[in-house]
């Protein structure tokens, strides 16, 4: 079965410091996996995708993620975080049709 | 470029009565999704349109839930006899093509309430 896990409910970071959001997956067959950012009482906001190629994929506002494929993973990152940055984060699969599927979401919460 | 478009932004709906959304996907998108938010939950999909056609819609309640996107004008989901539980944020998204390498753009959600 295809399925997103974000192991962390919420992550915490002071401002200038580097973030990580982590990202497992499931699938068989190649992954097809999205990073989006949702602020409060707003749609999402597509930040980056790994379709194929080199494992660093960057993305809008200074995200990145790095896919894996021996670990399952596409966990995202940010040198240097904002405050602006806090939000609620999803990673997501494309599964048949081109459906998504979410993880729950993992809230980043940067401090000043 | 006008972005995906979801109408009414709030809704509220006493139980039994119907809801209807809609949704008007970014200019040159033929390929429709709707997605279901539960308060503190990630996002469910629920059914994929194109024009005149549903893909995919495993993700649908059996029952009260259907969805269209005409040859002309918005898609639509429709819920009839709404129930308590079906009070969540309802998001539309959009795509130029159906593959599962392009991504997907999200409107703004229609955000219902059932009392």
């Known amino acids: 079965a295809q399925s997103v896990a974000q192991p962390e409910d919420q992550v915490n970071v002071a401002e200038g410091n580097p973030l990580t959001v982590k990202c497992t997956y499931s699938?068989?067959?190649?992954?097809?996996l999205f990073w989006y950012v949702q602020y409060p009482n707003r749609g999402l906001q597509f930040l980056l995708k790994?379709?194929?190629?080199?494992?660093l994929v960057k993305g809008s506002y200074g995200f990145e993620a790095e896919f894996n494929k021996s670990q399952t993973s596409f966990h995202l990152k940010k040198p240097s975080a904002l405050v602006s940055d806090s939000a609620l984060y999803f990673c997501?699969?494309?599964?048949?049709?081109?459906?998504?599927?979410f993880g729950a979401g993992t809230r980043l919460a940067v401090h000043p | 470029n006008a972005g995906v478009m979801q109408n009414p932004r709030h809704l509220v709906r006493r139980r039994g009565q119907e809801a209807r959304l809609r949704c008007s996907p970014m200019?040159?998108?033929?390929?429709v999704y709707w997605y279901r938010q539960l308060p503190e939950e990630g996002l469910k999909f629920m059914v994929y349109?194109?024009?005149?056609?549903?893909?995919?819609e495993s993700g649908m309640p059996k029952e009260r839930f259907s969805a269209e996107f005409p040859k002309e004008g918005p898609s639509i989901l429709r819920i009839q006899q709404v129930v308590r539980g079906d009070s969540a944020a309802y998001f539309c998204?959009?795509?130029?093509?159906?593959?599962?390498?392009?991504?997907?753009?999200f409107g703004p959600g229609t955000r219902l309430t059932v009392t």
């Open positions: 997501a699969l494309s599964g048949g049709y081109n459906k998504l599927i």
């Open positions: 200019k040159g998108h033929s390929h």
């Open positions: 349109l194109q024009k005149e056609n549903i893909i995919d």
């Open positions: 699938v068989s067959g190649n992954p097809y």
């Open positions: 998204a959009s795509s130029p093509r159906g593959q599962g390498i392009y991504e997907q753009y």
């Open positions: 790994y379709i194929t190629g080199d494992n």
